[in-house]
C-alpha cells in the first residue's frame, strides 16, 4: 500500500534526495569510497558544502554581507547560539508557541529579554499582530512556523529593529527578504534534509558586538571563518540538504514553491471548513500554516477521533496524530509533499463523513 | 583499483554498516518509508536509538548507573559542554596534543584548569607519565587517542580523581574500565559511524553538583531525561553507529578487536623500525598509538617525501597525507580497517624501498 507520510519533522523528502544518498553510499563523487567514510576535507566533500552554501545563497536571493553556514545541535542549539553572539543588552521575542518559549528561555541566560506579545491566552492559536519593540532591542525573534500550533507568519514583519527568526519548518516555502534578518536559522529536518544539520544565515556585521567571551563551538566567527568546518560536520545530513537544494531548483525555486504550497495547503483548509466533522484549530485564515495543518474532531464528534485516526491509518496516512499540546490531528505538508498525498487526505475525510 | 581508506576522520566503516544504511534509507524496518524522512519519535527509530544504547553498555560492559547518550556538536561541543556540567572549581587536563590543548581552552573559560602536563615541547611525540593531581581537582580530563601526533594512553590511568576522557578516535578498539571515568565522549566518525553523532556515557551522580545554570541543551541531564530525544537526534548518524556497534559484536567484541588491532598496528610498526626510509614519529613503543601510525621520511631521504606519497596514491593508497602539525604521512587503522590494507601498505613501503 502507498504511504503518506504526513510526519511533523523528520519528514517527507524529496525521492530524488534519497536516490542520490544512496548512489553516494554505494561510491562518492568516483571516489570508490563511501560518503560515510570520506573525510570532510576531501575536495569532493569541500565541493558538496560549497556548492550548497551557494545553492542557498541563490535559491533565497542572500544579499552580499551575509554568510551561510551548516552546523550540528538544531534550532535547541541555536535558542542559545543565537543571543551568545547577538544579544548584548537587551532582545525583543513574539511568543508564538513552544518553541519561541523555549528560545526565550535560553534567552534570559544571556540578556534582558522582552516579550512584546503572546498568544498563549488562546493556546497559540493566532499570530500577534500588534506589539510595541523597545527602541533599543537589538533584535526581535520570530518563530515563522509553528509546527505544533499551525501557525505561520507568513509575510517577513515590517519592524524598526533587525529580525532574527527561527525557520525550521518553513525555510524554503516561500521567498524571505533576508535583507530584514539579522540571523535566520533551520534544523534540517523538515524542509531540507535529514536530520544533523542546521542552516545558518547570518549578517556579517551583526556579529562580534557583544562584550561576552564566546565560546569557540558558539561562535559563528569561528564558523565563517572556517567555512562551516571548524569540526567535523554532519557530512550525510549536509549531503542530503544538497540533494534537496538541486532539487527545489529544479522545481523553480521558492516562488514556484509558494504557489504549489498555497495550492496544496488550499485543497486541506478548504475540506476542513466545509466538512462538519471537522474543525481547524486557526480560526484567523491569515494566519494557517501552509506547512502543518492542526484539526480536530467537531465538538459533536469529538468520539470519533480514535475512529478516524484509525480509518486514515488504513488508508497509508502516516504521522497524522496532534501533538499533545493541541491534540487531535495534524497534517504536515511540506515542500515535498505531492498534492496527490494532499488529495488523498482530504478524499479519506469525505469518506469519512460519508461512512457516518 | 582496490581503494584502501587510511583517512583519519571521518574514515573507514564497515561494509556491513554502509549495505544496512542504503537498505534503510530504501525503506526503513518495513515502514515503507525512508530511514531519512521518518519521526525520531516513531516506534521503529526509538527502537534504534534504545538498541543503540544497550549495545554500548554491553560491549563496554558500562556499570549500573550510568547513562548512554547520542548528541550532536562533536567533541568540539563536548570541550565546553563537560566542564559546565563537571567543573565547579577545579579540574586537572593532561595536555597531550592538539585536541586537549582545544578542551583546556573551553575549560578555562568555565572555570580553574590545572594543567598537570603537557608533552608541547617534544611536539606531542609522548605521553607524559609523571605528574601531580591537584587533591581537590574535580576530574582529570584526558585525550586517550591523539590522531595528529600518534600517541595513545593505552591503559586507564591509576589516579586518585575521576577520570573524563575524549575517545573519539580509539573507543571500541579496546576494553576500557569504564567505573574509573565520571564521563567518556566520543565523536563518532573515527570507530563507531558517520559524522553527526557523539556518544557520551556518563555517571549519573557526577552530575547536579555544579553551581552555574546550564543552558537547557548543554545539560546532560536533559538528555539523559529524554533518552537522547530532548532535540532530534541526527538520524542516519545514529543509525550507522548501531549498525557499526552490532558488527562489532559479531567479530568479538572489544577484547577480540584489541588483538586485531595489536596485531595490525605492529605490522606497521614492525616494518617502520626496519625500513631505512622511514621513521615514525613517536619514540617510545608503549606510546604508540593502534589507531593513527604517523611517520616520516628518515631525515637522509627527506627529499622522497613527495615520491612516496605519488607511489603510494597510485596504488590505492588514500589520505595518507599527515597533518600539518607534524608533516609526513598518517595511516589511520581504526577497527574497521582490513590488515589486508595494513599489509598492501606494508608492502607498498618495502617496494618503494626495494626501487631506490
Known amino acids: 500500500m502507498k504511504k503518506h ?37 576531501s575536495k569532493e ?38 543571543p551568545c553572539n547577538l544579544l548584548n543588552k537587551k532582545a525583543a521575542y513574539l511568543n508564538t508557541g513552544s518553541w519561541a518559549s523555549k528560545a526565550i528561555k535560553e534567552a534570559k541566560l544571556v540578556g534582558e529579554v522582552v516579550e512584546v506579545a503572546s498568544s498563549k491566552n488562546a493556546n497559540f492559536n493566532y499570530i500577534p499582530k500588534e506589539y510595541n519593540i523597545p527602541a533599543d532591542a537589538e533584535y526581535l525573534h520570530i518563530t515563522t512556523n509553528n509546527t505544533i500550533f499551525g501557525t505561520e507568519i507568513l509575510k517577513d514583519p515590517d519592524v524598526a529593529v533587525p529580525l532574527v527568526a527561527d525557520m525550521s519548518s518553513d525555510v524554503f516555502s516561500r521567498p524571505v527578504d533576508v535583507s530584514k534578518y539579522n540571523l535566520i536559522y533551520a534544523g534540517a529536518q523538515k524542509n531540507l534534509g535529514p536530520s544533523g544539520a542546521t542552516l545558518v544565515i547570518v549578517k556579517n556585521e551583526a556579529l562580534g558586538k557583544v562584550e561576552r567571551t ?4 558558539l ?41 504549489i504550497n498555497i ?47 484509525d480509518f486514515a491509518s488504513s488508508r497509508g496516512m ?20 505531492p498534492a496527490a498525498s494532499v488529495q488523498a487526505l482530504v478524499d479519506c475525510m469525505k469518506e469519512f463523513a460519508k461512512m457516518k
Chains 1, 2 share one sequence.
Open 318 to 337: 502516516l504521522g497524522l496524530k496532534g501533538h499533545r499540546s493541541v491534540g487531535g490531528f495534524r497534517a504536515s505538508i511540506y515542500n515535498a509533499m
Open 219 to 259: 561562535d559563528y566567527k569561528i564558523h565563517i571563518d572556517n567555512e562551516s568546518m571548524f569540526n567535523t560536520p554532519s557530512t550525510l545530513a549536509v549531503y542530503g540538504c544538497l540533494q534537496t537544494l538541486i532539487w527545489l531548483k529544479e522545481q523553480g525555486g521558492v516562488e514556484a514553491m509558494e504557489k
Open 45 to 82: 566533500f569541500v565541493a558538496v558544502m560549497e556548492q550548497a552554501q551557494a545553492l542557498v545563497k541563490e535559491l533565497l536571493q542572500v544579499p552580499e554581507g551575509y554568510s551561510v553556514l551548516f552546523l550540528q545541535g538544531g534550532a535547541s542549539l541555536q535558542f542559545y547560539m543565537v
Open 263 to 309: 495550492q496544496k495547503a488550499g485543497i486541506l483548509y478548504d475540506e476542513l471548513d466545509r466538512n462538519k466533522f471537522f474543525v481547524p484549530t486557526v480560526p484567523n485564515t491569515e494566519d494557517r500554516s501552509r506547512m502543518n495543518v492542526t484539526f480536530v474532531m467537531a465538538p459533536e464528534y469529538v468520539e470519533l477521533e480514535k475512529e478516524f485516526n
Open 214 to 217: 564566546v565560546p569557540t563551538i
Open 5 to 41: 507520510n504526513f510526519y511533523a519533522g523528520p519528514s517527507i523528502l524529496p525521492g530524488f534526495t534519497m536516490e542520490k544518498t544512496v548512489e553516494a553510499i554505494k561510491d562518492f563523487a568516483g571516489t570508490g569510497l563511501s560518503l560515510m567514510e570520506i573525510s570532510h576535507r
